[in-house]
C-alpha cells in the first residue's frame, strides 16, 4: 500500500524543484527589468534607428495607438531584461536537469550554454547591424512616389522582434548539430548527406520567417548554411556520447 506513494514522492520533489527554478527565471528576468526600465525611451531610439536612418526628411514613424508611446518602450525594455538575464535563466534549467547527466555531459553543458548565448547574441547583432540597414534601405527605396513612408511604432517592433528571434534562433545551428550528434542522435554520415537537404529547408524557412523580399531571405539562409558547415567542422573534433572517450 506505500507503493504509490513512494513512487509519488520523487515526482512532488521533481515538481517542487521544477517551481523553485521557474521562480529564480523570473526573479531574475524582474530583477534586470527594474534596472532596465529607467533607460527604456533610449532602448527604444536605439532598436528605432536603423529604419530612422533611411527615412526621407522631415517624416518620422507614428503610433496609431494611444498608449502605444508608452508600451513600445516598456515592451523594448523587457525584451533586454530577457536577453540580459538569459545566462542566469540558462544556468537554473542547467541546475535542474544537472542530477540526471552522466559527469561527462555535466562538461558539456557549460561550454553550451556559453556558445548558445554568444551565438544568439551575435545573430542578433548581425540582424543589426548587416540585415536591417540594408532591408530597410531596399523597402525605403521601393517606395512608390506620392506615398509617405510612416511606420506605425508598434508593428514595427513586433518585425523587429520577429527578425531578432529568427537570427538568433537560427545562430544556434552549430549548437543543435554539435549536441545531436553528440548525444548520438545522428552520425556524422547522416550529418554530411543532408546538405542537399539543408540547403533547401534554409530557403524554405528564410522564405517564411522573413519578408517577402529576396534580399533579407538570402541574408538569412547563408548563414544558416555556413553556421551548419560550422557545426560540422566542430562535430570532427568531438566524439558522440556512445564511442570511447
Not at 116 to 133: D, K
Request: neutral net charge; aromatic residues 12%; proline residues 7%.
Amino acid at each position: 500500500m506505500t507503493l504509490p506513494d513512494e513512487n509519488a514522492q520523487p515526482l512532488i520533489e521533481h515538481l517542487l524543484e521544477l517551481r523553485r527554478r521557474l521562480v529564480w527565471i523570473l526573479l531574475g528576468i524582474v530583477l534586470c527589468f527594474v534596472a532596465i526600465v529607467p533607460f527604456a525611451q533610449q532602448l527604444y531610439a536605439f532598436v528605432a534607428k536603423p529604419l530612422m536612418m533611411v527615412l526621407p526628411a522631415n517624416t518620422s514613424m507614428i503610433a496609431t495607438d494611444v498608449v502605444a508611446p508608452f508600451f513600445v518602450p516598456i515592451k523594448v525594455a523587457l525584451m533586454a531584461a530577457f536577453l540580459v538575464s538569459l545566462p542566469h535563466s540558462l544556468y537554473q534549467v542547467w541546475a535542474f536537469v544537472a542530477p540526471a547527466l552522466y559527469q561527462n555531459e555535466k562538461r558539456l553543458i557549460a561550454p553550451l550554454i556559453l556558445s548558445s548565448v554568444m551565438l544568439f547574441a551575435v545573430g542578433m547583432a548581425f540582424c543589426y547591424f548587416l540585415v536591417f540597414p540594408l532591408v530597410f534601405k531596399f523597402f525605403a527605396g521601393m517606395t512608390p512616389l506620392g506615398v509617405s513612408m510612416a511606420t506605425d511604432i508598434d508593428k514595427y517592433l513586433s518585425f523587429v522582434l520577429g527578425m531578432f528571434v529568427a537570427f538568433g534562433v537560427t545562430f544556434e545551428i552549430p549548437v543543435i548539430v554539435v549536441l545531436l550528434y553528440r548525444m548520438g542522435v545522428i552520425s556524422f554520415a547522416q550529418l554530411t548527406a543532408a546538405r542537399p537537404y539543408v540547403i533547401v529547408a534554409s530557403f524554405v524557412i528564410a522564405a517564411v520567417v522573413t519578408p517577402p523580399d529576396v534580399l533579407s531571405q538570402v541574408m538569412l539562409a547563408v548563414p544558416m548554411l555556413l553556421l551548419y558547415e560550422a557545426g560540422l567542422l566542430v562535430c570532427r573534433m568531438v566524439h558522440p556520447r556512445n564511442s570511447t572517450e
